[in-house]
């Protein structure tokens, strides 16, 4: 199975400032990787698919990018509704797998 | 808009099975594919399996001989077993639609139920 390395499990930020989270693949995945944001009894919300493009909806603050083994997601400008975990997940090879995950709190 | 709802038992005993069923409204299960996700305490997420629009299914390698997917497509609902249960499939399992497209031969999980909390206990 491919592993996902997710960093940093954890962040604290403040509003208004930008943060990127990382995950970097055991192999190359090919851009085939899904950015997910989840708050507390709630279901993953899809960010960002194919790396970097951007899910119908999701505001543009939200970015995606990378290619072959190393990929990022860039939340600009930081809302307090951002305030969540953010997890990745690769489909370029069977089993899909996940990233440990990142939870993002806000100052 | 397409909404999916996990239901099923919150406490199953060890070497039981447990069984979930997935409701889909909104858009039919005989599209796309549907699969199971499980997120374990600590926040570890695996891929369970899917079953695709036509009834065919692929599984995790890991759960190969305890799991089965199948699908009522008359109520639109697809559903989970896994068998032989033990403490470590404690986890809260969500259902999805997967999205696989031909532009990168590859996919994505779209629509998420609210996912429903399992314990494995005696």
Known sequence: DIQMTQSPASLSASLGETVSIECLASEDIYNNLAWYQQKPGKSPQLLIYYASSLQDGVPSRFSGSGSGTQYSLKINSLESEDAATYFCLQDSEYPPTFGGGTKLELK | ?122
């Open chain 2, 1 to 122: 808009e397409v909404q999916l709802q996990e239901s099923g038992p919150g406490l199953v005993k060890p070497s039981q099975s447990l069984s979930l069923t997935c409701s889909v409204t909104g858009y039919s299960i005989t599209s796309n594919y549907w699969g199971w996700i499980r997120k374990f305490p600590g926040n570890k997420m695996e891929w369970m399996g899917y079953i695709s629009y036509s009834g065919s299914t692929s599984y995790n390698p890991s759960l190969k001989s305890r799991i089965s997917i199948t699908r009522d497509t008359s109520k639109n609902q697809f559903f989970l077993q896994l068998n032989s249960v033990t403490t470590e499939d404690t986890a809260t399992y969500y259902c999805a639609r997967y999205v696989y497209t031909t532009d990168y031969y590859g996919g994505y999980f779209d629509y998420w139920g609210q996912g429903v909390m399992v314990t494995v206990s005696s």
